[in-house]
């Protein structure tokens, strides 16, 4: 983000500054083994880009030896195990001990089960429904599509199981409301208004998102916010923060929020796990260990511009001169971008390790609530930043465990798992009422049917099945 200020942009300087925040961003977003290639791809098709022999730190510009940790970013600058010790460390040191850690940790903690989407919403509701109707929500799971939308009518699905539509409805509600949430929504539509539905019952939302959803879709989809604006009688400004909201926390396709392509049986999702782009760890020594963020960046502190090319290209003739100054300004704009993507994740990583130390080292139930805005009004950067740097990123826990990086936002996961813990040391099976009240009591103040969907999620059985499990 620049300053504010009262001289007006050139527009050379509007379009660099441009071109600069577009590509900061893109490159935000990617994990740490897309901007390899990515980075890779650009070393071969750019003669102003090279490798410098010499590694530099890219926190503190330190040279670095013998391919080991910046020995200033790496060492404690203090006593206390609330300051972490955060640096960056090539990929290349990082595959080093990668063996390592699949040695001790077996290799399902790290990569998800390959089981379909409709398998994982069929184990959720199943529970809830009696034996007919599961046959019909097995029959509407079968017919969505790639992105988790429904490809069949609600009054064919009731014609062909000779039921009334209001009871295939109420099922399709209750897949509706199941992770992902959305799934079985017969249009993009239907499955962003369900989860915007959904999202009420935890935060804050614009007051005019579901009329944007509803009456302004092709709007948002192609960025008309003067026009959203009109519709919703707000300013633009106004209406280009519903649209972010909506981007940022609702996903019309919602068998991809989750599921990727393995839909399509690609498995490249299951290498993410295989590929942290932070690693945490603790500092061997200490009687209270401050942790270690270890950042896994491609060509951290090695790719710079090569001096040589810029003083040939001040000398090149009129027919070479435009293609190597465009070569240079790729060259420049790709190692500040790298750099500031390097700074932005830096700065997120200190920040959540500061505040979640003790679900790092402690697990699920001391997941403190936090959003992704609020982060950023604490880091004083836009919403969209944080939520790019978010993206796509997974983290070792010093356990061994790798999770995803949006797992230190699930706003929900310290009230599930005081859920599970509730059920685990049930003498009798309990009503969804009754683990409400025990909820309440901890301060999770959730209604009865948002525990019977956090069930869900888990996998818990209803009470009454629970309990002919127990007398059987």
């Known amino acids: 983000m620049l300053p504010s200020t009262n001289i007006r942009q050139s527009p050379a300087l509007r379009t660099l500054t441009t071109a600069h925040l577009t590509q900061t961003m893109t490159l935000l977003e990617l994990d740490v083994l897309d901007l390899n290639q990515r980075v890779e791809s650009e070393l071969s098709s750019n003669p102003a880009l090279e490798i410098r022999e010499e590694r530099r730190c890219p926190i503190c510009k330190q040279t670095i030896t013998n391919n080991r ?14 300051d972490p010790i955060v640096f960056v460390s090539h990929i290349d040191d990082f595959q080093e001990r990668r063996s390592s850690y699949y040695e001790e940790f077996p290799e ?57 539509i209001s009871r295939v409805e109420n099922i399709l509600q209750l897949i509706q409301r199941t992770e992902p949430i959305g799934v079985g929504s017969p249009s993009p539509k239907e499955a962003l208004l369900v989860q915007l539905e959904v999202l009420k019952e935890t935060q804050q939302v614009p007051s005019k998102a579901e009329k944007a959803i509803r009456e302004g879709l092709d709007l948002l989809s192609r960025h008309q916010f003067p026009d959203l604006a009109r519709l919703l009688r ?54 209270e260990s401050p942790i270690v963020v270890e950042i896994v960046s491609p060509f951290a502190g090695l790719i710079q511009v090569n001096a040589e090319f810029r003083r040939l290209a001040n000398r090149a003739s009129p027919d070479n001169a435009d293609q190597w100054k ?5 060259a420049d704009l790709l190692v500040k971008c790298l750099q500031q993507r390097t700074h932005t994740i830096v700065r997120l990583m200190r920040h959540l390790t500061i505040i979640q130390r003790q679900f790092i080292l402690k697990g699920d139930s001391y997941l403190l609530p936090s959003t992704r805005a609020n982060l950023a009004e604490e880091l004083g950067v836009h919403e969209s930043t944080i939520s790019r740097a978010v993206a796509n990123k997974t983290v070792q826990l010093p356990s061994g465990q790798i999770i995803p990086l949006a797992k230190f936002f699930d706003r929900n996961l310290h009230v599930r798992t005081a859920l599970k813990e509730i059920v685990l040391n ?24 948002t525990v019977a969907k956090y069930r869900a999620i888990e996998g818990i059985l209803p009470s009454n099945i629970r309990k002919n499990h127990t007398d059987g």
Do not use: M
């Open 69 to 82: 940790p910046c020995p200033r970013c790496s060492a404690p600058t203090s006593l206390s195990p609330d």
């Open 234 to 287: 707000v300013t633009v400004k106004e209406a280009q923060q519903i649209a972010h909201f909506i981007s940022d926390n609702l996903n019309p396709f919602p068998g991809r929020a989750y599921w990727g392509d393995i839909h399509h049986g690609n498995e490249a999702p299951l290498s993410v796990y295989s590929q942290p782009d932070v690693v945490l760890s603790l500092l061997e020594g200490y009687q």
């Open 426 to 449: 049930e003498t009798k099976p309990l009503t969804d009422s009754e683990i409400a009240a025990l909820l309440k009591k901890r301060g999770y103040p959730i209604a009865r049917r």
């Open 108 to 164: 399902e903690s790290t990569s998800r089960d390959k089981e379909d989407l409709p398998t994982f919403v069929l184990k959720q509701i199943a529970p809830d429904l009696q034996p007919q109707d599961q046959l019909i929500a097995a029959f509407i799971l079968s017919n969505l599509n790639e992105d988790g939308l429904l490809e069949i009518s609600i009054v064919e699905i009731a014609r062909y199981h000779h039921v009334p």
């Open 326 to 330: 465009s070569y240079l300004e790729r």
